[in-house]
Nanobody, 125 residues
Framework: QLQLVESGGGLVQPGGSLRLSCAAS????????IGWFRQAPGKEREGVSC????????NFVDSVKGRFTISRDNAKNTVYLQMNSLKPEDGAVYYC??????????????????WGPGTQVSVSS
């Protein structure tokens, strides 16, 4: 069964950090771009960051640039989202998603093939 599972969410104070993980099972992430998306209550889902299959190319939504980094370890079949200097507006359910690709690029659009169930991130004092 093809699955993505996120972990690492939780409650953190403003200015704090969290590292989210996205682990795949049932398939390898080698030929997939990986994206992180988030959805806060009452808001549309938005793309946060993505990473190409080699890891060379990354993209970030403007609101997280300079605070979030994305990386992947294909040997562990896992992608990470390091979130620093967290703000209350970063609070949301975070989803990872995988897109099959033959090009070493990534785009923050919703056209991804596999999605995880999400992990909650709350930022509050």
């Amino acid at each position: 069964q093809l699955q993505l599972v996120e972990s690492g969410g939780g409650l953190v104070q403003p200015g704090g950090s969290l590292r989210l993980s996205c682990a795949a099972s049932g398939f390898t992430l080698d030929y997939h771009a990986i994206g992180w998306f988030r959805q806060a209550p009452g808001k549309e889902r938005e793309g946060v960051s993505c990473i190409s299959m080699s890891g060379v190319t990354t993209n970030f939504v403007d609101s997280v640039k300079g605070r979030f980094t994305i990386s992947r370890d294909n040997a562990k079949n896992t992608v990470y989202l390091q979130m620093n200097s967290l703000k209350p507006e970063d609070g949301a359910v975070y989803y990872c998603a995988a897109k099959r690709t033959i090009k070493d690029m990534c785009i923050l659009d919703p056209l991804y093939d596999y999605w995880g169930p999400g992990t909650q991130v709350s930022v509050s004092s």
